[in-house]
């Protein structure tokens, strides 16, 4: 009965190959998010869709691609992966507060550990 | 400046005593605040959010709002040695749909 699942957990891979991680969450929640937390746990927010729609993308290199095939999915695809790329990836999903009203809580999946070689 | 300030610790207080965790921001326009524990190798965890003014008490945490100063808090009262980990600070800024900016996050040891 996980709420929000990632596969993979651990991704072991050299750089300039290409790779998905997956996020799937089952709590009726119409907005999921992908999270990137460095060496240091900064934990930033990268993209956030909303019912497939992509809502919020931050500064990130296009080398990343999100794709939402329905509000319950969120994947993320990485092109010709760097070193600098190495990082755990969190999967989040909320309920969608919309612009004015106030934030709403954001459920994280276990994680993602990426290692780029 | 740092959108969401917190200090990164470590914060050591003894087992039974009350931690105080600190957050600044900088955004007049942000309107709620998200407090999360994320434990070694974990994902983070809501403890609690707060909306308003003044204080919100939740079992042996209690968040702390006041808007005036940019400032949220999150007190942890009889701290048990399960309570270490890193607290992270979250704020949705008016406007910005579901995005939250997080700080840098706060460690926090209970020691026995």
């Known amino acids: 009965d996980t709420a929000v699942s990632q596969t993979p957990k651990y991704l072991v891979t050299q750089m300039g190959n290409d790779k998905s991680i997956k996020c799937e969450q089952n709590?009726?929640?119409?907005?999921m998010y992908w999270y990137k937390q460095d060496s240091k746990k900064f934990l930033k927010i990268m993209f956030s869709?909303?019912?497939?729609?992509?809502?919020i993308n931050e500064t990130v290199p296009n080398r990343f691609s999100p794709k939402s095939p329905d509000k319950a999915h969120l994947n993320l695809h990485i092109n010709s992966l760097e070193l600098g790329d190495s990082a755990v990836y969190f999967c989040?999903?909320?309920?969608?507060?919309?612009?004015?009203?106030?934030?709403?809580?954001?459920?994280f999946g276990p994680g993602t550990r990426l290692l780029v070689l | 400046q740092k959108e969401v300030e917190q200090n990164s610790g470590p914060l050591s207080v003894p087992e039974g005593a009350i931690a105080s965790l600190n957050c600044t921001y900088s955004?007049?326009?942000?309107?709620?605040f998200f407090w999360y524990r994320q434990y070694s190798g974990k994902s983070p965890e809501l403890i609690m959010f707060?909306?308003?003014?003044g204080d919100k008490e939740d079992g042996r945490f209690t968040a702390q709002l006041n808007k005036a100063s940019q400032y949220v808090s999150l007190l942890i009262r009889d701290s048990q040695p399960s309570d270490s980990a890193t607290y992270l600070c979250?704020?949705?800024?008016?406007?910005?749909?579901?995005?939250?900016?997080f700080g840098t996050g706060t460690r926090l040891q209970v020691t026995l």
């Open positions: 709590l009726g929640h119409d907005t």
């Open positions: 869709y909303n019912n497939k729609e992509l809502i």
């Open positions: 707060i909306y308003s003014n």
């Open positions: 955004d007049r326009g942000s309107q709620s």
């Open positions: 989040a999903s909320s309920l969608f507060a919309g612009t004015t009203a106030l934030g709403e809580t954001q459920y």
């Open positions: 979250a704020v949705n800024i008016r406007g910005t749909a579901s995005k939250l900016t």
